[in-house]
């Protein structure tokens, strides 16, 4: 078995999870993955597990996010989801 590096656990379940950067972690759960790999939202603190929106190089979970806390390199972000294309 294998011991998830977020919460301990030694769960026979165990998977791996390798980075680009060469970095191999051991989870029991997805939920205990993204407590350990996403990113958090710059402005509100929410783990990313979507897409969500880079703007000079900071990361956002949502556009409102993004253009919250730079209201200027904002202005350009869009939420894609629901948007109405025409």
């Known amino acids: 078995m294998a011991v998830c590096v977020t919460c301990g656990n030694d769960y026979y ?9 060469g970095g191999v972690h051991t989870f029991d759960s997805f ?16 783990r990313i597990v979507g897409h969500g929106s880079e703007v000079s190089g900071r990361f956002y979970c949502c556009a409102h996010c993004a253009r919250t806390a730079d209201a200027a390199a904002g202005s ?3 939420d894609a989801v629901g948007a109405y294309p025409g």
């Open 76 to 78: 350009e972000v869009r």
């Open 13 to 21: 379940m165990a998977f791996e999870v390798r980075t680009v950067g």
């Open 31 to 46: 939920e205990c993955a993204i407590q350990k790999l996403a990113p958090v939202c710059e402005h509100c603190g929410t």
